[in-house]
């Protein structure tokens, strides 16, 4: 089975600053990554995804992620964050085990915006 | 719009008094299944159905039910709910399989079993 891990459960940022937050993943085979965002109060929403091709992706508000397979890694960043970035972010890996085609998600990093 | 509707939206509830929550998606996806999010843990698989009438368990899926009669909803039974029940629920659908796998989430159920 797959595992993800989002070792920064918490991580505080000024606003404006650059971020990154970690996301490493097992897998022995092709798997394809999520990153959700939870704004409060409301369910996950795709912010990016990795199916194939270019290891850099690009989603909505200015995040970005980089697949690397050799550090099984797929990292979040932002260049300059905002207020309105302040959510908990997901990354997640697909597995397919029995025709389910199921989402495993890491624990969650929670975003605070510093004003 | 494209969405999936959960309801309720709040409960509390008893010990042992069975509970319905529903899940409608209007975006005709073969695969739907069921999360629970606790602090600490992210979300956590409970269910999942790949079509009309094929259900299976998931990671978690001790003290719940689900059936799959129509493809558009897919609700989640607790018959005797527990306190350890207690937790955020997302109800999911996805057209599955490979490169359609981007989920589309409800707005999530907060149930408090006291």
């Known amino acids: 089975a797959q595992s993800v891990t989002q070792l920064d459960s918490q991580v505080p940022v000024f606003e404006e600053a650059p971020v990154e937050l970690r996301c490493n993943y097992s897998?022995?085979?092709?798997?394809?990554l999520f990153w959700y965002v939870q704004y409060p109060n409301q369910g996950l929403q795709l912010l990016l995804k990795?199916?194939?091709?270019?290891?850099l992706v690009k989603g909505i508000n200015g995040f970005e992620a980089e697949f690397n397979k050799s550090q099984t890694s797929f990292h979040l960043r932002k260049p300059s964050v905002h207020i309105s970035d302040t959510a908990e972010y997901f990354c997640a890996v697909s597995e397919t085990f029995r025709g389910n085609e199921k989402l495993t998600f890491g624990t969650g990093t929670r975003l605070t915006i510093i004003p | 719009e494209a969405q999936v509707t959960q309801n309720p939206r709040y409960l509390i509830t008893v010990t042992g008094k069975k509970l319905t929550v529903t899940c409608s998606q209007n975006?005709?996806?073969?695969?739907m299944s069921w999360y629970r999010q606790d602090p600490g843990l992210g979300l956590r698989q409970i269910y999942y159905?790949?079509?009309?009438?094929?259900?299976d368990k998931g990671d978690v899926p001790e003290g719940y039910k689900v059936s799959r009669k129509e493809k558009r909803n897919f609700p989640l039974i607790l018959e005797s709910p527990s306190p350890n029940q207690t937790s955020l629920y997302f109800c999911?659908?996805?057209?599955?399989?490979?490169?359609?796998?981007?989920?589309?989430f409800g707005q999530g159920t907060r149930l408090t079993v006291v």
């Open positions: 897998s022995s085979v092709s798997v394809y």
């Open positions: 990795y199916l194939s091709g270019s290891t």
């Open positions: 999911a659908s996805s057209y599955g399989r490979g490169i359609n796998t981007e989920a589309f």
């Open positions: 159905s790949m079509n009309v009438e094929v259900t």
């Open positions: 975006m005709n996806h073969e695969y």
